[in-house]
C-alpha cells in the first residue's frame, strides 16, 4: 500500500487533481446545459456513452486505480449542480442508499425506495465499507460556490458531528472519498458548482443482488 492508499484509509478522503481532460469537462458540461433539471441534479447519467466512458477513464488513472481496490466497477453517476437557480445546503450525512437492478427479499438489504423509476436500499455493511466516491468537478471550488466539507476519519466511526474541513478542488480534478465519510455542503455565495458523483463498488454483490447499471 502506497503512502496516498495509506491517508486515504485512514482520512476517508484524499484529492486527485487533472483526472479528466478539457474535452471530458466540455463534454459533461454540453449535457449539464442541454438538460432540463427539476432538482439539484439527476442519478440517472450511466447509461449515457459519454458518462460510462468517463467512469472507465477515471478507473484507468494510475492515482484513483490504487485507491479503488477491488471496488473497480462504476454503479452510479449522480451529476449535482449549484447555481443561482438552484442554491442549495446538504447537512452533515453519510450516504446509504444505492440502485439496484429490483428489489429483492432480504434482511440485509433495507430502506427501500424508489428514486427515478430506480429501487435504492441500503446494502449490507461490508458492502457499504466497500464503497468509493469519486466526485469529478467541473469548476475549480471552493468556500464562494459550496465546496465540500467533510469530518477527517469519520468513516471508521458511528459519531454523528466532528470538526469540519472544507475541500477545495480545481477544475478537473476529484475528490475520492468512503460514501461512509460525514460530508456536507454549504449554499453557494456566488460562481457554479458542477459536480459528477461516481460510484465504484465490488462487481458482484450478495443475496442475489444486482447493481441497477455497472460500468
Not at 458531528?161 to 475520492?176: D, M
Request: charged fraction near 20%.
Amino acid at each position: 500500500m502506497n503512502e496516498r492508499s495509506t491517508e486515504f484509509e485512514r482520512h476517508g478522503w484524499t484529492v486527485v487533481t487533472s483526472v479528466i481532460s478539457e474535452t471530458q469537462i466540455m463534454a459533461a458540461a454540453n449535457y449539464c446545459d442541454s438538460v432540463t433539471l427539476s432538482s439539484a441534479g439527476t442519478r440517472a447519467l450511466l447509461v449515457l456513452d459519454w458518462c460510462a466512458d468517463m467512469a472507465q477513464w477515471i478507473r484507468s488513472n494510475q492515482s484513483i486505480r490504487v485507491l479503488l481496490g477491488e471496488s473497480k466497477t462504476a454503479v452510479q453517476c449522480t451529476l449535482f449542480v449549484k447555481d443561482s437557480e438552484r442554491n442549495w445546503l446538504v447537512p452533515l450525512h453519510r450516504d446509504y442508499s444505492f440502485p439496484l437492478r429490483g428489489k429483492i427479499d432480504s434482511p440485509n438489504w433495507s430502506t427501500w425506495s424508489v428514486k427515478q423509476s430506480v429501487h435504492f436500499a441500503r446494502p449490507p455493511e461490508h458492502v457499504l465499507e466497500s464503497l468509493i466516491a469519486v466526485r469529478v468537478h467541473l469548476e475549480d471550488t471552493d468556500t464562494d460556490n459550496g465546496a465540500l466539507q467533510v469530518v477527517t476519519g469519520s468513516h471508521r466511526s458511528k459519531e454523528e458531528t466532528g470538526e469540519r474541513s472544507v475541500q477545495f478542488v480545481p477544475r478537473g480534478g476529484t475528490l475520492v472519498m468512503r460514501p461512509l465519510l460525514l460530508h456536507a455542503s454549504s449554499k453557494m455565495k456566488s460562481g457554479r458548482r458542477r459536480v459528477l458523483h461516481f460510484v465504484y463498488g465490488p462487481a458482484s454483490l450478495p443475496d442475489g443482488a444486482e447493481w441497477a447499471n455497472a460500468v
